[in-house]
């Protein structure tokens, strides 16, 4: 199976630069994998397609200050280091920009209070630091670091919480679980009245999601581990949804990995770990029977992943008729449900 069979053209007049508010007027395509059929709506209008005893699982991370610029003291050159994994209390995976001199025992300073040691390489390219610090290392990345945006979204952002979930709560991640962009609080307490359950898990974006795909064959790709955890009453509900015969519904494709990750024979385990699932057509859904998703980059593992879930002639279909209607892509835009 090819790269290549997962690209498309897209205008790049399409690809949203700043958030629809409120946030629940981003429009909905609704994709009916069994029947084929496509149907236009608001994303307020969720609500109709889901039943009482559905449950919808959200990722509650939190995108962090994820992106710091340094020097090297001895030379004062400028380099940028970006947080992908918290592997201790101190240490990260990150990725270092310029990385070609940043070898084991290079300083970088970011501040007086702040400063890391390069103490090891990883297998993508990244490095391995050692944070030292004078107080509390969150609130020091929070003064001095930058909420990462996706390189195509040109637009400065006035409010940094718009790059965040209404539900987001455990910090880690270096960018945001987008499709759970489109639910308010209000949206969210509606549902829930229906009698659809709320469920949450937590993966922490990393450099596993939204890496390029550099192989010709999608086999040969290989994704970056990234954190994850399952509570167990979140478990107990899906394995309640799942044995009453009612859907499961994740919230994007890091809600899908994780909930695939700690599911074994249509039962979900209360865990946390470390996952490099990578989930392209051919896979067997174990938890996951419907999705909330935006729409994604031509030739990502995303695009891949909702590929499996729907057949791929379908997605590609949706998304030419997504281009044909003029949807706002990627990140900030429209969003899909794919039944």
């Not at 709506?41 to 710091?68: C, E, H, M, S, W």
């Not at 390489?121 to 004078?134: E, P």
């Not at 991640?173 to 489109?182: D, Q």
Request: glycine share 6%.
């Amino acid at each position: 199976m090819l790269v290549s069979d997962f690209d498309y053209y897209l205008p790049e007049e399409l690809i949203a630069q700043q958030p629809i508010e409120p946030r629940d007027q981003s429009r909905l395509l609704v994709l009916d994998r069994k029947t084929g059929s496509i149907e236009h709506k608001k994303f307020y209008n969720l609500p109709q397609f889901l039943q009482p005893g559905d449950t919808l699982v959200f990722n509650d991370t939190r995108v962090i200050p994820a992106r710091l610029l340094g020097f090297k003291p001895e030379t004062g050159g400028k380099v940028e280091v970006f947080l992908l994994n918290r592997t201790t209390k101190d240490d990260w995976e990150v990725l270092v920009k310029p990385g070609k001199r940043a070898r084991p025992g290079t300083v970088i300073e970011f501040s007086e209070k702040l400063r890391c040691e390069v103490i090891d390489t990883t297998d993508f390219g990244g490095r391995v630091v050692r944070f030292s610090y004078q107080g509390i290392f969150e609130e020091i990345l929070d003064a001095l670091g930058e909420t990462p945006l996706p390189p195509y979204i040109k637009a400065q952002l006035s409010d940094k919480e718009r790059y965040q979930t209404v539900y987001a709560r455990e910090r880690g991640s270096a960018a945001a679980p987008t499709a759970g962009l489109h639910f308010t609080r209000n949206l969210m307490e509606n549902i829930e009245k229906m009698g659809v359950n709320l469920a949450f898990v937590t993966l922490h974006v990393g450099l596993g999601t939204f890496r390029p795909v550099t192989a010709e064959n999608i086999l040969e790709h290989v994704m970056h581990r990234e954190y994850y955890s399952v509570p167990e009453e979140t478990a107990a509900i899906v394995n309640k949804t799942l044995a009453a015969g009612n859907r499961v519904i994740a919230v994007g494709t890091t809600a899908v990995r994780t909930l695939e990750s700690a599911g074994t024979n249509g039962i979900l385990e209360a865990k946390s770990g470390w996952t490099e699932i990578f989930i392209y057509p051919g896979y067997e859904f174990k938890i996951v029977k419907a999705l909330i998703t935006n729409f994604h980059l031509p030739k990502s593992t995303l695009l891949m992943l909702i590929s499996a879930l729907a057949d791929r002639e379908l997605i590609f279909s949706a998304y030419q008729q997504a281009i044909e209607e003029r949807y706002r892509f990627f990140s900030f835009g429209d969003a899909m449900l794919i039944v």
